[in-house]
């Protein structure tokens, strides 16, 4: 399971009370308030412990997102808020890796399918996008990156020049 420090960080991280997706039109506007709310806890909290490891952008319905970890910086990441969420689990996409390791679904989804999306179901409304990053993405990248690193399949950002 998680160490003590994704512990901690998921612990400091806002649970959302709203149980409402895209459809739901009024409701959904109180449910992003809390995930954008749970989202800038999240990144102050990355801030502070000198772990900043990414920037998101949405768009305006707040179904999809844009996301550039400082780690892949050359490599777009995208989330997916499917209509039933939340759920359903968001999907995240990196489809510049696809094919590149086990561990990753067509169109570059990344798996989370074993360890996460059970926790995910658990914790239904609990859980947003503050979540996933921490409990899903982050440590997916930490277990992924440095093995392709290693096998060549990518670059480290300090060798990839400017």
Known sequence: ???DATRRAVSE????????GPRDKELWVQRLREEYLALIK????NKTADNDWFRLESNKEGTRSDTQTLVLSRYQHFYFIPVTYPSTAPEVAIPELDGKTAKMYRGGKICLTDHFKPLWARNVPKFGLAHLMALGLGPWLAVEIPDLISKGL???REQQGS
């Open 42 to 45: 999240y990144v102050e909290n």
């Open 1 to 3: 399971m998680a160490d």
């Open 13 to 20: 991280i806002p649970l959302l009370k709203t149980n409402s």
């Open 154 to 156: 990518i670059t480290h």
